[in-house]
């Protein structure tokens, strides 16, 4: 049975919500361009495991917060090159072809980091 006052409490929880999606999208333009820029460091240096490690944990924080705060298309790309790198994570060397096969990965995500079409879905916990 649903009181007036869990009504109330879950409609204050849906508010928090919206502003943590609005406040994250906020900060998304530059949380990408972070996995851009570790992206492109790792793949032109000597491509050292704790700078993949690095890019591997902005991806999947990334992956998880979108899925949480239902930013689903952001979501759905972070988790895809999640799934891409976590093999390349448990590797000892790097393969020229695992590198290769990331990039179609990442240009996707550059493209919706300069289209800025991040299609939040909204937050409804009560209803």
Known sequence: MTTQNDSHNADTVDDQL??????????????????????????????????????YRAVHSIAGTSSTLNITEVSRLCSGLEEVLLPMLKADVFDANDILGIEPQISELSTLRESKDYKPNPIKLNG
Do not use: H, M, R
């Open 18 to 55: 919206v502003q943590l999606q609005i406040s994250y999208i906020a900060k998304l333009d530059q949380k990408l361009q972070d996995i851009l820029d570790l992206w492109n460091t790792f793949k032109s240096g000597d491509q050292p495991k704790d700078e993949f490690q690095t890019l």
